[in-house]
């Protein structure tokens, strides 16, 4: 059996939509979930008439996907789980293409395709195109059939900490690896799925099927659409996989240089806005954290003079460039 765990709040409609498609993924063995964060809506009549048989549960609203999933799974008895926010949607046939590829290989604990991003609007793209690029077409794997990788743990998660080709929409795991990894961090929003990969990553095997699964529905309410929320989660998230102990010593410098590089980009979000107050304090935890690069101390200095010579020198650069 299959388990897909579907996220909600106040979205009646993106789950009508979404249930919908469930019913033409192709699986014989599937059990849905919606799991709702608070709605005020007619979410629960709505998944009642859909399909009788799925589950239904209801949780004040805590504000993040995060704790909606982990209670969605609680609720589930698949062999495989996988998660589908409701404004997102599965391709015909291809869920059960990949579950009948983990029966396959044994192996690989956890199984992600291509997805389609984008909207009706402004057309769509290549996940993997956009957020994997080249270099994740070139990681070490092997092809045990067409159209199917199973790569090399390590310079997958190198590769995974610089850009995460994982859409949470496309991915199918065991059952044991998600109840054993703790789950998605409740803190977390925007990042959580990436946080989860990442620590799966530094134990897991992964698997790819290059058929798009599902679509990636772009608006400008996604979550990913608040730059500085996202970046302040990416360092999170990169902290929390430098805190694990199965990482190799070679592994946790490449993870330590990331999550440098990202917190000097949170800081100068807030320089660049004119936030001077916000960005002496984030440049200030950039350098507790390691980074003692020219820009980072020039930029942290400069934070340190009154807000009319901060904004006049931003300006000057500004037209230089």
Known sequence: MLSVIIPTYNRACYVLDCMTALQRSGVADLEII???????????????????????????NTGTPSTARNAGFTLSTGKYVAFLDCDDGWLPDAP????????????VDILFADAKMGNLTQGFVSWIEEAGQQAFFDLPHREPESGFRILERRPLLRR????NPVFIGACILRREVF????????????????????????????GFMSEPMAIYTRHDDNM????????????????????????????????????LHHRFGYAYMAYDRGDTREARKRFRQAI?????????????????????AVSRLRNIKRKVS
Request: net charge negative; proline share 4%; with cysteine.
């Open 224 to 259: 990913s659409s608040n730059m500085d929320h996202m970046s302040e989660e990416f360092c999170d998230a990169l902290a929390n996989t430098l805190a694990l102990d199965s990482l190799e010593k070679e592994d946790r410098e490449h993870i330590r240089q990331r999550l």
């Open 160 to 163: 995974m900490a610089v850009r």
């Open 179 to 206: 109840e054993k990894s703790g789950g998605f961090l409740p803190r977390l929003r925007g990042a959580a799925d990436w946080d989860l990969w990442l620590r799966l990553a530094t134990r897991h095997t992964y």
């Open 288 to 308: 507790h954290a390691g980074d003692w690069s020219p820009r980072t101390l020039a930029l942290a200095t400069t934070c340190m003079l009154p807000a009319w």
């Open 34 to 60: 919606v799991a709702d964060d608070g709605s005020t809506d007619d979410t629960r009549e709505v998944v009642s008439r859909v399909d009788p048989r799925a589950k239904y549960h209801w949780q004040a």
């Open 96 to 107: 059960r293409k990949a579950v009948e590829l983990l029966e396959r290989y044994p192996e």
